[in-house]
Protein backbone atom coordinates (compact mmCIF):
# COMPACT_ATOMS: atom_id res chain seq x y z
CA UNK A 1 0.00 0.00 0.00
CA UNK A 2 1.27 3.32 -1.19
CA UNK A 3 2.38 5.93 2.15
CA UNK A 4 1.64 9.62 1.35
CA UNK A 5 2.07 12.69 3.30
CA UNK A 6 -0.18 13.91 5.79
CA UNK A 7 0.48 17.26 5.18
CA UNK A 8 1.38 17.60 1.32
CA UNK A 9 -0.52 14.01 0.70
CA UNK A 10 2.65 13.05 -1.93
CA UNK A 11 3.93 9.38 -2.36
CA UNK A 12 6.24 8.82 0.24
CA UNK A 13 8.72 5.74 0.18
CA UNK A 14 8.13 3.06 2.66
CA UNK A 15 9.77 3.93 5.92
CA UNK A 16 11.35 6.80 4.96
CA UNK A 17 11.48 9.00 8.35
CA UNK A 18 10.58 12.41 6.64
CA UNK A 19 8.40 13.49 3.27
CA UNK A 20 10.86 14.30 0.49
CA UNK A 21 8.70 17.47 -0.58
CA UNK A 22 7.59 19.15 2.64
CA UNK A 23 10.16 17.33 5.27
CA UNK A 24 7.30 16.43 7.53
CA UNK A 25 8.55 13.80 9.87
CA UNK A 26 6.78 10.83 9.12
CA UNK A 27 5.42 7.79 11.46
CA UNK A 28 7.00 4.31 11.45
CA UNK A 29 5.52 1.19 12.70
CA UNK A 30 7.02 -1.69 12.03
CA UNK A 31 6.06 -5.37 14.22
CA UNK A 32 9.40 -6.22 15.06
CA UNK A 33 9.95 -2.68 16.56
CA UNK A 34 6.80 -3.62 18.60
CA UNK A 35 8.01 -6.23 19.67
CA UNK A 36 11.45 -5.55 20.61
CA UNK A 37 9.24 -2.84 23.04
CA UNK A 38 7.97 -5.24 25.11
CA UNK A 39 4.86 -5.89 23.76
CA UNK A 40 5.12 -9.81 21.83
CA UNK A 41 1.16 -11.33 20.91
CA UNK A 42 0.60 -12.91 24.48
CA UNK A 43 0.24 -9.70 25.70
CA UNK A 44 -1.58 -8.33 22.94
CA UNK A 45 -3.97 -11.52 23.28
CA UNK A 46 -4.30 -10.53 27.44
CA UNK A 47 -5.82 -7.12 26.33
CA UNK A 48 -7.91 -8.79 23.79
CA UNK A 49 -9.01 -11.24 26.70
CA UNK A 50 -9.90 -8.33 29.17
CA UNK A 51 -12.00 -6.26 26.69
CA UNK A 52 -14.09 -9.52 26.50
CA UNK A 53 -16.71 -10.54 28.97
CA UNK A 54 -17.04 -14.15 30.61
CA UNK A 55 -20.96 -13.56 31.09
CA UNK A 56 -21.29 -17.00 33.58
CA UNK A 57 -19.69 -15.31 36.62
CA UNK A 58 -20.62 -12.08 35.44
CA UNK A 59 -24.35 -12.01 35.46
CA UNK A 60 -24.02 -14.28 38.77
CA UNK A 61 -22.05 -10.90 40.26
CA UNK A 62 -24.12 -8.38 38.72
CA UNK A 63 -27.90 -10.38 40.09
CA UNK A 64 -26.37 -10.70 43.33
CA UNK A 65 -25.57 -7.24 43.73
CA UNK A 66 -28.07 -5.52 41.63
CA UNK A 67 -31.29 -6.82 43.14
CA UNK A 68 -30.82 -5.85 46.93
CA UNK A 69 -29.09 -2.41 45.27
CA UNK A 70 -32.21 -1.58 43.65
CA UNK A 71 -34.54 -2.84 46.24
CA UNK A 72 -32.58 0.05 48.38
CA UNK A 73 -32.88 2.68 45.57
CA UNK A 74 -36.71 1.75 45.57
CA UNK A 75 -36.62 3.11 49.03
CA UNK A 76 -34.89 6.22 48.64
CA UNK A 77 -37.36 7.10 46.03
CA UNK A 78 -37.74 9.47 44.21
CA UNK A 79 -34.29 10.15 42.99
CA UNK A 80 -31.90 11.40 44.50
CA UNK A 81 -28.27 11.52 45.08
CA UNK A 82 -27.61 8.67 47.33
CA UNK A 83 -29.63 6.76 45.30
CA UNK A 84 -27.49 7.29 42.30
CA UNK A 85 -24.28 6.73 44.31
CA UNK A 86 -25.74 3.93 45.46
CA UNK A 87 -25.76 2.20 42.13
CA UNK A 88 -22.59 3.81 41.23
CA UNK A 89 -20.76 1.95 43.81
CA UNK A 90 -22.45 -1.45 43.22
CA UNK A 91 -21.22 -1.41 39.57
CA UNK A 92 -17.72 -0.73 40.41
CA UNK A 93 -18.11 -3.63 43.39
CA UNK A 94 -19.48 -6.00 40.79
CA UNK A 95 -16.85 -4.96 38.26
CA UNK A 96 -13.62 -5.47 41.05
CA UNK A 97 -15.20 -8.73 42.31
CA UNK A 98 -15.42 -9.94 38.54
CA UNK A 99 -11.59 -9.04 38.35
CA UNK A 100 -10.85 -11.79 41.09
CA UNK A 101 -11.98 -14.18 39.04
CA UNK A 102 -10.27 -13.35 36.03
CA UNK A 103 -6.46 -14.48 35.11
CA UNK A 104 -4.94 -12.05 34.52
CA UNK A 105 -6.84 -9.58 37.05
CA UNK A 106 -7.48 -6.67 34.18
CA UNK A 107 -10.13 -5.04 32.33
CA UNK A 108 -10.99 -2.71 30.28
CA UNK A 109 -13.18 0.17 30.27
CA UNK A 110 -15.68 -0.98 27.75
CA UNK A 111 -15.91 -4.34 29.42
CA UNK A 112 -16.53 -2.55 32.78
CA UNK A 113 -19.04 -0.32 31.23
CA UNK A 114 -20.88 -3.44 29.55
CA UNK A 115 -21.38 -5.14 33.06
CA UNK A 116 -22.47 -1.66 34.55
CA UNK A 117 -25.17 -1.52 32.25
CA UNK A 118 -26.07 -5.30 33.04
CA UNK A 119 -26.39 -4.19 36.41
CA UNK A 120 -28.12 -1.44 35.78
CA UNK A 121 -30.80 -3.29 33.77
CA UNK A 122 -31.38 -5.58 36.48
CA UNK A 123 -31.43 -2.78 39.16
CA UNK A 124 -33.76 -0.31 37.36
CA UNK A 125 -36.29 -3.73 36.91
CA UNK A 126 -36.14 -4.83 40.65
CA UNK A 127 -36.33 -0.49 41.50
CA UNK A 128 -39.08 -0.21 39.38
CA UNK A 129 -41.08 -3.99 40.63
CA UNK A 130 -40.29 -2.66 44.38
CA UNK A 131 -41.91 0.79 43.91
CA UNK A 132 -44.81 -0.77 42.12
CA UNK A 133 -45.29 -2.99 44.77
CA UNK A 134 -44.93 -0.81 47.58
CA UNK A 135 -47.29 1.90 45.82
CA UNK A 136 -49.72 -0.84 45.63
CA UNK A 137 -49.60 -2.32 48.90
CA UNK A 138 -49.89 1.44 50.45
CA UNK A 139 -52.76 2.33 48.62
CA UNK A 140 -55.21 -0.99 48.42
CA UNK A 141 -53.33 -3.02 51.57
CA UNK A 142 -52.62 0.26 53.77
CA UNK A 143 -55.49 2.48 52.90
CA UNK A 144 -52.89 5.68 52.25
CA UNK A 145 -54.45 6.29 48.75
CA UNK A 146 -55.15 9.70 50.04
CA UNK A 147 -52.20 10.99 50.89
CA UNK A 148 -50.59 9.98 47.66
CA UNK A 149 -53.90 12.29 45.73
CA UNK A 150 -53.13 14.83 48.14
CA UNK A 151 -49.17 15.13 46.76
CA UNK A 152 -50.14 14.77 42.98
CA UNK A 153 -52.99 17.43 43.25
CA UNK A 154 -50.90 19.89 45.30
CA UNK A 155 -48.01 19.67 42.81
CA UNK A 156 -50.35 19.91 39.72
CA UNK A 157 -52.47 22.48 41.04
CA UNK A 158 -49.32 24.96 42.40
CA UNK A 159 -46.58 24.01 40.69
CA UNK A 160 -47.51 23.42 37.23
CA UNK A 161 -50.37 25.78 36.93
CA UNK A 162 -47.44 28.64 38.09
CA UNK A 163 -44.79 27.63 36.12
CA UNK A 164 -47.36 27.25 33.22
CA UNK A 165 -48.71 30.60 34.12
CA UNK A 166 -45.27 31.93 34.49
CA UNK A 167 -44.70 31.56 30.57
CA UNK A 168 -47.33 32.58 29.20
CA UNK A 169 -49.57 29.60 28.67
CA UNK A 170 -53.40 30.20 28.00
CA UNK A 171 -55.89 29.17 30.92
CA UNK A 172 -58.12 26.98 28.40
CA UNK A 173 -54.95 24.84 27.76
CA UNK A 174 -53.73 25.24 31.08
CA UNK A 175 -57.48 23.73 32.36
CA UNK A 176 -57.75 20.90 29.56
CA UNK A 177 -54.04 19.25 31.00
CA UNK A 178 -54.44 19.76 34.86
CA UNK A 179 -58.10 17.98 34.15
CA UNK A 180 -56.18 15.18 32.17
CA UNK A 181 -52.99 15.09 34.92
CA UNK A 182 -55.81 14.86 37.68
CA UNK A 183 -57.78 11.98 35.86
CA UNK A 184 -56.70 8.35 36.87
CA UNK A 185 -55.02 8.08 33.46
CA UNK A 186 -53.25 10.68 34.16
CA UNK A 187 -52.11 9.67 37.56
CA UNK A 188 -51.27 6.33 36.36
CA UNK A 189 -49.06 8.01 33.75
CA UNK A 190 -47.16 10.43 36.16
CA UNK A 191 -46.35 7.02 38.46
CA UNK A 192 -45.16 5.44 35.20
CA UNK A 193 -42.88 8.63 34.16
CA UNK A 194 -41.31 8.62 37.50
CA UNK A 195 -40.40 4.91 37.11
CA UNK A 196 -38.91 5.37 33.74
CA UNK A 197 -37.03 8.16 35.20
CA UNK A 198 -35.82 6.52 38.03
CA UNK A 199 -34.97 3.27 35.61
CA UNK A 200 -33.13 5.60 33.40
CA UNK A 201 -31.04 7.52 35.93
CA UNK A 202 -30.06 4.27 37.98
CA UNK A 203 -28.77 2.51 34.28
CA UNK A 204 -26.74 5.78 33.18
CA UNK A 205 -24.66 6.09 36.87
CA UNK A 206 -24.46 2.20 36.71
CA UNK A 207 -23.14 2.46 33.28
CA UNK A 208 -20.61 5.11 34.38
CA UNK A 209 -19.66 3.36 37.95
CA UNK A 210 -18.91 0.41 35.85
CA UNK A 211 -16.56 1.93 33.44
CA UNK A 212 -15.13 3.96 36.65
CA UNK A 213 -14.89 0.80 38.62
CA UNK A 214 -12.64 -0.66 35.26
CA UNK A 215 -10.63 2.60 35.03
CA UNK A 216 -9.28 2.91 38.46
CA UNK A 217 -8.93 -0.93 39.15
CA UNK A 218 -8.52 -2.48 36.25
CA UNK A 219 -6.30 -0.12 33.77
CA UNK A 220 -3.48 0.04 36.02
CA UNK A 221 -2.68 -3.33 36.18
CA UNK A 222 -1.13 -4.41 33.15
CA UNK A 223 -1.25 -8.36 32.43
CA UNK A 224 1.48 -10.19 33.21
CA UNK A 225 3.54 -12.12 30.27
Same mark, same amino acid.
Given at each position: ?????????????????????????????????????????????????????????G??L??????P?????? #???????? =??? %???????? $?? /? +??????????????????????????????????????????????????????????M???????????????????????? #???????? =??? %???????? $?? /? +????????????????????????
Amino acid at each position: MEQTCNRCHQAVQEGACYCPVCGLPQLVYSAENAAAQGQPERWNQAVRDAGSIDWRPGLKLALTLAVPAGIVCS #LLSPVNVL =ALL %VMTGTSAW $VV /A +LYMRSQQPAWITIGAGARLGLVTGMLAGWTSAAASGVMLYAMRYWFHSGKLFDDFWETMVNQQMVQQWTSVGVDAQTIAITRT #LMLSPQGR =AAG %VLCALAFL $VS /A +LLIFSVAGGALGARFLGRPRRPEI
